[in-house]
């Protein structure tokens, strides 16, 4: 009976009610019947429903013992406890993660111990193999930089690599080649090489901002750092505007984030601040903006990771930490009413985006 009155409703009122559920109820409704099933499984409702549950961040975490959990923050301040811990339990995969490269539209790109690496989501817990790139050499002293991000002209999530290569006999040679993986196509492809040197970058993933993929780099035989933005569209390069009260000659900038959907970068200041840059307008060089968070020495090189509330940034390091800018306090952060301890954290939006469209894809995909 109560099926029979869902069906007289208006389709629209419908798609409106069911779009304002969690993803992880959508995949309940799944098993109603194989029409609901087609239905919440159509790509134009995902993004739909996609589109009203992009602002609320939550963690991916490897923990001491390897494994991938998420972070629901509670936002109860009566609470002691500031998220809720899940572990992530894959079909066939075993628990010896070490990587966390970024995060696309609830799309998560991981890496084994093994050196594979898996486009996973969290929330339906389906996953998809990336295939090891054939071209790619291993040599001493070489190592690559990676990103996800999503191409919008083609609909396809794109994984890109920037792999360096130093040549032990010939050290004034160095090589950096942009290797691009298209999910849909299954495929791997090597573009021409980048004119930027990965050498003393100390970023291991590209930062996802207004549909580009972000690096810190120096420009090949030079020692000025430079922000690049890699288009996933047009997959060519473009040299962002820094703060004009930066010498790039003499500060040191050591991290990228996104922060609500702007790019963040801190540059290395005294032992008791971190000094944040956020370009508030994409591509506008007067919009980067200054803020400071005084820091105690014992917490030198954490890094703000992504605002809890208005006035509560996570920040990651030897444990995750919460600081209030209103207050300017700290504490740590309670997870599941205990100190928060992992290898690797990151953020990301729960979706019911399938890592498993492209042609011919290897992995897991629960229906």
């Not at 995060?103 to 093994?114: A, D, M, Y």
Request: glycine share 6%; net charge negative.
């Amino acid at each position: 009976m109560a099926m029979t009155k869902a069906e007289i409703l208006p389709q629209e009122i419908i798609i409106d009610i069911l779009s304002r559920l969690p993803a992880k109820l959508i995949g309940q409704f799944r098993c109603v019947s194989k029409q609901w099933r087609n239905f919440l499984s159509d790509p134009q409702f995902i993004k739909y429903h996609f589109s009203i549950h992009n602002k609320e961040e939550k963690l991916i975490c490897i923990s001491r013992s390897h494994s991938l959990n998420t972070i629901t923050f509670t936002h109860n301040s009566h609470n002691k406890t500031d998220g809720i811990l899940r572990k992530l339990n894959f079909q066939q995969l075993s628990d010896n993660w070490v990587r966390i490269f970024g995060s696309c539209n609830g799309l998560v790109l991981v890496g084994n111990e093994e050196n594979i690496i898996f486009l996973i989501n969290p929330t339906t817990l389906n996953y998809h193999k990336i295939p090891v790139f054939q071209f790619a050499r291993q040599m001493r002293g070489s190592f690559s930089v990676s990103g996800l991000g999503y191409d919008f002209a083609n609909d396809d999530y794109k994984v890109v690599a920037l792999s360096h290569y130093y040549y032990e006999h010939e050290p004034d040679i160095r090589s950096t080649f942009i290797d691009i993986y298209s999910v849909r196509k299954g495929l791997w492809r090597r573009l021409e090489n980048s004119p930027y040197d990965l050498e003393d970058s100390l970023l291991t993933y590209g930062v996802l901002v207004n549909g580009a993929l972000h690096w810190l780099v120096c420009k090949l035989f030079d020692d000025s750092f430079v922000v690049v933005a890699f288009d996933l569209s047009d997959e060519t390069f473009l040299e962002m505007p820094t703060p004009t009260n930066i010498d790039n000659n003499n500060v040191v900038c050591y991290d990228l984030v996104a922060v609500r959907g702007c790019l963040c970068m801190f540059t290395d200041t005294e032992e008791n601040r971190i000094d944040a840059w956020i370009m508030k307008e994409y591509g506008v060089e007067e919009s980067w903006t200054k803020f400071s968070i005084t820091v105690p020495k014992s917490l030198y090189g954490f890094l703000p990771l992504c605002l809890m509330s208005d006035d509560d940034v996570v920040l990651d390091g030897e444990k995750l930490i919460v600081y209030n800018m209103k207050e300017e306090q700290w504490r740590d952060m309670k997870v599941d009413g205990v100190t928060a301890k992992f290898r690797r954290t990151r953020t990301f939006v729960e979706s019911l985006v399938s890592p498993m469209f492209g042609e011919g894809t290897e992995g897991y995909n629960i229906a």
